[in-house]
């Protein structure tokens, strides 16, 4: 007997809930704060690039986490969708809280293209990117 299909929405809810589960057994209450740190930080500077432009710093105070959790912070914010620059300044503050100062590069492609674009991403821990794109400014904790 074949079992029903269900609805893609109900299947992915299902995968969500599957995956926090896994998430929480791993890396337990910690894995959760990093997490709510992480939605929080990222909605806070979603709202200051709105309001402040290149002048805005994620506010929300890191928890005391351990180093490793880093790795959910990064998990969320690429669930969350989020830009370059906001996964940029959600991390040099992550990167700050535990002792290690982080630079953000904003840059522009070095080719002529159609519409602009521009780029970011944290000197000495993203892959380098000067080879297709001209650096215009450097923001700094």
Do not use: K
Not at 29 to 47: E, F, I, N, T
Not at 78 to 103: I, P, S
């Amino acid at each position: 007997m074949r079992r029903p299909v269900r609805p893609p929405a109900l299947r992915d809810v299902r995968g969500r809930l599957r995956r926090w589960r896994r998430v929480l057994r791993h890396r337990g209450p910690q894995g959760s704060r990093a997490r709510r740190w992480a939605r929080g930080s990222l909605a806070a500077v979603r709202a200051d690039l709105a309001r402040e432009g290149m002048a805005a710093r994620c506010a929300v105070p890191v928890p005391a986490l351990p180093g490793w959790s880093r790795v959910v912070v990064e998990r969320v914010l690429h669930e969350q969708d989020a830009t370059c620059l906001q996964r940029c300044l959600v991390l040099q503050a992550w990167f700050a809280a535990h002792g290690r100062e982080a630079e953000i590069v904003v840059a522009v492609p070095t080719a002529a293209q159609p519409e602009f674009t521009a780029h970011a991403w944290i000197r000495g821990y993203d892959r380098d990117e000067h080879d297709r794109y001209r650096e215009l400014t450097v923001l700094r904790p």
